[in-house]
C-alpha cells in the first residue's frame, strides 16, 4: 500500500501508527485484498482495510478472462464506493453494516477504510454452516434492508442489482445447455423487474457476507459491489441457497418466507412507507421461485457441475417457465 493510503488510513482514524495484523481475504480474481490494521494512538484498536488494485486483466478461477468480466468488476467497485457514500447512511442498527471511515480513488486504485466489525460485537462463527437462530437474523436483516430502501432509484449503482443479472452475463447465456431454460431467461428476468414493488438489494447476500455476534442473533452486512435496484426475493432466495442442502431448501420454504414478511411488514411499518404491505407480501411471495430461477439460469450456464445445480433447483426453474409460457 502506497504512503499516501496509509497516511488517509491515519487522518481518518486520528491515529499516529498504524501496522498490518492479518490479510482477512484476497479480492476475487487477483483484484486487491481486504486487510485488518492495527492502529496506535486511536480510539479505534482497528479498521479493517479494503485495497483495490485494478489490474489490465484479471486470473478469473472459472476462465472467464473476457473484457467483459473485466468491466463489470470495474464497475463493482465504483458501485461499492458509490453506496458506501452517498446511500449507506441510511442503514441503522436493524440493517447493520460497518461504518466507512474514509474512501479514495487514484488511478487504478481503490481505498476502503471500514470499522472492524469484530471489534463491534460481530465476531461470530463465518463457516458454510448455518443455526435457525442465524438464518433468522439474516433474513431480518433483509427484510429491514428492504424495507429501508423500498422505492429507492438506484442512481449510481447497479441499475438492476446481483451480480447475475442477465444482462451483464450474456456469455454465461450463450453457453447455457438448458434450452427450455435459455429461452425463458428474458422473461424471467422481466417478471422480476416488472414488481410494482422494486427496492434496492444487497447483490451478494450470500453467508459469508454476513458478520454474527457470539450468540448468532444480531447480524452485520459486508461487500456492496452488486447493490442495485431489484425485487427484494433475489436476496432472500441466494441467501438461502447458499447457505441450506437442497432437502432443507424445499422442506422449511413456508417456514422461511413466512419469518421473512413477518420481519417485513413490521420493517414497512416501523418506517411508516406508504405501502399496502399485504399486496406487497402477494407480489414477492409469487416472485420468490421466479428469483430462485433466475439465479438457476446464472448458475447453469456458468458451472455446470456446480452442487447448487439439484432436483429441487431443477424442479422449481421448470415450474416457472411452465406458468411464465401459459
Known amino acids: 500500500m502506497n504512503k499516501h493510503f496509509q497516511n488517509i488510513i491515519l487522518e481518518a482514524t486520528g491515529a499516529e501508527d498504524l501496522f ?7 479480492l476475487w480474481s487477483g483484484y486487491g485484498e481486504i486487510v485488518r490494521f492495527g492502529l496506535i494512538g486511536s480510539e479505534q484498536e482497528r479498521v479493517v482495510v479494503k485495497h483495490v488494485n485494478l489490474p489490465e486483466g484479471g486470473n478469473h478461477p472459472r476462465g472467464w478472462n473476457t473484457d467483459l468480466s473485466h468491466q463489470r468488476k470495474l464497475k463493482s467497485y465504483k458501485v461499492e464506493t458509490e453506496w458506501y457514500k452517498n446511500l449507506s447512511k441510511k442503514c441503522d442498527t436493524s440493517c447493520k453494516i460497518p461504518e466507512c471511515y474514509a474512501l479514495e480513488s487514484i488511478d487504478n486504485e481503490v481505498l476502503m477504510v471500514f470499522e472492524d466489525l469484530d471489534a463491534t460485537g460481530f465476531n461470530g462463527r463465518r463457516s458454510s454452516s448455518v443455526s435457525w437462530d442465524e438464518v433468522n437474523a439474516v433474513l431480518s436483516w433483509l427484510a429491514n434492508f428492504h424495507a429501508t430502501y423500498l422505492g429507492e432509484k438506484p442512481e449510481g449503482l447497479w441499475e438492476t442489482g446481483t451480480y447475475w443479472h442477465l444482462e451483464t452475463r450474456p456469455e454465461e447465456l450463450m453457453v447455457l445447455e438448458d434450452l427450455p431454460l435459455k429461452n425463458a431467461a428474458a422473461a ?4 422480476l423487474a416488472e414488481s410494482p414493488f422494486q427496492t434496492l438489494v444487497h447483490g451478494d447476500a450470500k453467508l459469508t457476507n454476513f458478520c454474527f455476534s457470539d450468540d448468532g442473533k444480531k447480524v452485520a452486512a459486508v461487500d456492496f ?22 432437502k432443507d431448501c424445499e422442506r422449511f420454504e413456508n417456514k422461511i418466507l413466512d419469518y421473512y414478511f413477518t420481519e417485513l411488514k413490521k420493517a414497512v411499518s416501523k418506517r411508516t412507507k406508504n405501502t399496502d404491505a399485504d399486496a406487497l407480501e402477494e407480489n414477492w411471495r409469487e416472485l420468490y421461485h421466479v428469483a430462485w430461477a433466475d439465479f438457476h439460469r446464472f448458475v447453469k450456464g456458468w458451472h455446470p457441475g456446480h452442487w447448487k445445480i439439484n432436483s429441487y433447483s431443477e424442479r422449481i426453474s421448470r415450474e416457472v417457465i411452465e406458468k411464465l409460457n401459459s
Not at 20 to 26: A, G, L, S
Not at 188 to 191: E, Y
Open 188 to 191: 424471467i428476468d422481466n417478471a
Open 225 to 246: 459491489q452488486y447493490v442495485g435496484g431489484g425485487c427484494g426475493m433475489k436476496d432472500v432466495a441466494y441467501f438461502i441457497g447458499s447457505c441450506m442442502s437442497e
Open 20 to 26: 498490518e495484523i492479518e490479510v482477512i481475504q484476497n
